[in-house]
């Protein structure tokens, strides 16, 4: 693991874009151009960099978001990597500093720094079969990845959605979900945890929908992204399928502050999270995921 | 569509009976029709039968005091619907409603239970069978318990 390498668009030079060094601990200054409430208690920001510079990234990274004055928070990037010039974070309103950044009005200034982590990589699943498992907000970090898919769809074999929620109202990205099925031949299956009468749809764990997925497991590529507990059972089910543990890959949530692999807040025993993940092969997570306190 | 004698045998339910056993448990069964909105059985009633879903969506419901009913599980093509006819006191434990054009398999119940209950090869090939299907609403309904969804604590 090196620290301070593997993060931002020029990694390998030190260089930003535009040719001026990269100080990862500089946060730049983005504008709010957008506000938009998802759910009860999730909003997605679009925004714009005040210097004019995109943000270029790969799907499944995240950056460090701050509002000034109050603090800052790793967020992943939900936006499409083909539109660097506009940023896009989704983010659940949980904390101070997530409650700040969902309070950020059209116009309003905060501080990015980033991107961090490592991608999905879903470009590595061409050929073969794509499942996508998503739980709660952590289909916001995935939708970059089903965007590049979309994008060159017919590089693909079968592609599956499997998304898990708490209610009806608590689904993200519905008109996304519709259209990546109506338009890009996606499966895209939804169940939530608690339906009401009015619900026609699926009721019950999202894994219980990798059992009976029809897809290519010795050839399949799958990104899992959610709750711990849920990805743990959805890897296992997934590994129970047959799909190749090293063509299992989850992102991981942890406590990541400085992104570069100094700070060691967000440690996973040998690991920093925000160096060497958050993406990471469920062979290396397999024997951290079973573990307390690792 | 296949024909309930050859249907029976690839699905994971059946898969493995005895030929005699699939053949008593072929014989106990026809094939039915929902429409959306047709409920299969209500809570409380006698479970006398249980289904296999071929084609369409069933919702599992908890009727509520006031207010809509509370979807507790769904099931759709190739689950099984119903374990209450094999464990005392043999009544439905909620409601099973029909959400879509709903095809499916019933099985007469009581006969395989009495069956059961007389020959222990039926009775152990059938429990285990159910014991599956109880073990994955219970792992479903445990996982649901909690709410990874949920606001962080």
Not at chain 1, 5 to 19: E, I, L
Not at chain 1, 140 to 158: F, I, K, Q, S
Request: glycine share 10%.
């Amino acid at each position: 693991m090196t620290a301070l390498a593997g993060h931002g668009p020029d990694a390998d030079s030190g260089r930003g874009p535009h040719d001026a060094p990269v100080d990862p601990f500089l946060p730049r200054p983005f504008v709010v151009r957008l506000h938009r409430q998802d759910t009860r208690d999730t909003f997605t920001l679009v925004l714009e960099p005040v210097d004019g510079a995109p943000l270029d990234f790969a799907a499944g990274q995240f950056t460090m978001m701050q509002a000034f004055g109050v603090g800052e928070a790793p967020i992943s990037i939900s936006g499409d990597p083909a539109h660097p010039e506009r940023l896009e974070h989704t983010i659940r309103d949980v904390g101070s500093v997530t409650h700040a950044l969902v309070r950020s009005a059209p116009g309003t200034l905060l501080g990015i720094r980033g991107p961090f982590g490592t991608g999905w990589d879903v470009a590595s699943g061409r050929g073969g079969d794509v499942v996508f498992v998503a739980g709660g907000i952590g289909l916001a970090p995935l939708r970059p990845a089903v965007l590049d898919v979309c994008r060159e769809r017919d590089a693909y074999g079968r592609v599956l959605l499997l998304y898990g929620a708490r209610t009806p109202e608590d689904i993200l990205f519905g008109d996304d979900l519709r259209r990546w099925g109506a338009e890009h031949g996606i499966d895209v299956e939804v169940t939530v945890d608690n339906g009401q009468h009015a619900w026609r749809g699926r009721v019950g764990l999202v894994t219980q929908l990798i059992a009976r997925g029809g897809f290519d497991a010795t050839n399949t590529l799958a990104l899992v992204c959610g709750p711990e507990v849920m990805m743990r059972y959805a890897a296992a089910a997934l590994a129970e399928r047959g799909v190749p543990r090293d063509r299992l890959r989850l992102s991981m949530e942890r406590n990541m502050k400085c992104g570069v692999g100094l700070c060691g807040h967000c440690q996973l025993r040998e690991l920093f999270v925000c160096v060497d993940g958050p993406v990471l092969t469920f062979d290396v997570l397999a024997p951290l995921m079973s573990r307390a306190e690792v | 569509m296949r024909t309930i004698e050859e249907y029976l045998p690839q699905h994971p339910f059946f898969a493995g009976l005895d030929n005699s056993v699939a053949a008593l448990v072929s014989g106990c069964a026809r094939n039915v029709h929902f429409r959306p909105g047709e409920f299969l059985f209500h809570e409380g009633d006698a479970a006398d039968r249980f289904f296999v879903v071929r084609h369409g969506r069933v919702s599992l419901e908890v009727r509520a005091p006031a207010g809509p009913a509370v979807v507790v599980d769904v099931v759709q093509d190739d689950d099984v619907v119903g374990w209450s006819w094999l464990v005392p006191p043999h009544r439905w434990m909620f409601d099973a409603r029909s959400t879509d054009q709903t095809s499916a398999i019933v099985f007469d119940a009581v006969c395989l239970r009495d069956k059961a209950a007389t020959d222990p090869v039926v009775g152990y090939a059938l429990l285990q069978r159910v014991v599956t299907v109880m073990a994955d609403r219970v792992q479903s309904a445990r996982v649901r318990l909690v709410d990874l969804y949920g606001a962080p604590a």
